[in-house]
């Protein structure tokens, strides 16, 4: 359920677009977009949609509510929420300033690659804005220009445009993101060098706990978003990358290359093999002599 005051200036853009069938297949495409001139009297509250909701502030604020949380956007702030949970935004009216505005873009998005930046964007599913340059604002005026053309290509370079916007935001996001700097980057690198030299063995999580001296769930967190990756699943991949070398150099039949990298049995190396290449340790030694 939609409910909205579309109190906007003259000059505002509010863009649709149904993308085609090449473009749901790619990790970001594009559905709504706009530029809203909006006044004191602008309000949007939703129930559900299918889509995340990218905004970026160019003057003025608002202020953004979902699950009991909420946020100012002002100058420069860009956020992203996912709109199949409930939400509601609007110019921000509780001020000393007269001249009560929120000038801001928008864009509605989804595929997979913008799920993807939600751990970093939405962590743990609370509303965190970042700030971007306002020379971001050309990304967003590239995307406007383009979207209404409707075609494949228009199609493809709005949901670059997207990649762009969104890879800005997270790189804002750990450059300027306490949880990584000094001290707790140095315990997450330490915890990676620890599963890189004892990647043979079982994953003993409750030491790495003990060292980094923290809870389990501020860990997981940290390492997750500095590696990109939960350690068990790193320690999975460090593994199988071993495993490649063996494969390539060496003409050891595959239940030994499984034993040297850690598996307890060639069934479950070739399954974890397979599901994170896409193809057999068999199937793998083949291309790579061919290469």
């Known amino acids: 359920m939609l409910k909205y005051t579309m109190d906007v200036s003259e000059g505002s ?24 001139y909006a006044n004191g009297g602008f309000t949007t509250s939703r129930s559900s949609k299918e889509s995340c909701l990218i905004f970026f502030t160019l003057d003025g604020a608002g202020l953004v509510e979902q699950k ?4 100012i956007l002002t100058k420069g702030d860009a956020l992203l929420i996912d709109c199949r949970k409930p939400q509601s935004y609007r110019t921000l009216t509780e001020t000393n300033n007269s001249n009560i505005f929120w000038d801001h873009f928008w864009i509605h998005t989804d595929g997979p ?12 599913g609370k509303l965190t804005p970042v700030h971007l340059s306002l020379s971001s604002k050309e990304i967003f005026e590239n995307l406007l220009r383009k979207l209404p053309e409707e075609t494949t ?17 997270v790189r804002a996001v750990l450059s300027n993101s306490s949880d990584l700097k000094n001290e707790h980057k140095r315990i997450i690198e330490n915890a990676a060098d ?5 990647y043979k063995e079982e994953l003993d999580l409750k030491m790495l706990l003990n060292e980094a001296n923290m ?5 997981l967190r940290l390492f997750r978003q500095y ?7 790193f320690l999975l991949n460090y593994r199988i990358t071993q495993a490649k070398e063996l494969l390539d150099i060496t003409d050891m039949p595959v239940w030994e290359v499984a034993q040297n990298v850690g598996f307890a049995n060639e069934s479950n190396f070739s399954t974890r093999f397979s599901k994170i290449t896409g193809e057999s340790p068999l199937h793998y030694r083949k291309n790579s002599i061919r290469r």
């Open 13 to 36: 853009i509010w863009l649709r677009t149904t993308p085609p069938r090449a473009a749901l297949m790619q990790p970001y495409f594009v559905t709504e977009a706009g530029l809203f």
């Open 227 to 233: 590696m990109g990756t939960t350690p068990y699943n």
């Open 194 to 198: 620890y599963i890189r030299l004892n």
């Open 153 to 169: 290509e228009s199609a493809f370079s709005c949901g670059m445009y997207v990649h762009r916007i969104l890879n800005r935001m």
């Open 113 to 124: 690659g913008v799920m993807a930046m939600t751990p970093y964007l939405m962590p743990d």
């Open 215 to 219: 809870s389990k769930s501020y860990f």
């Open 68 to 71: 009991g949380e909420s946020c």
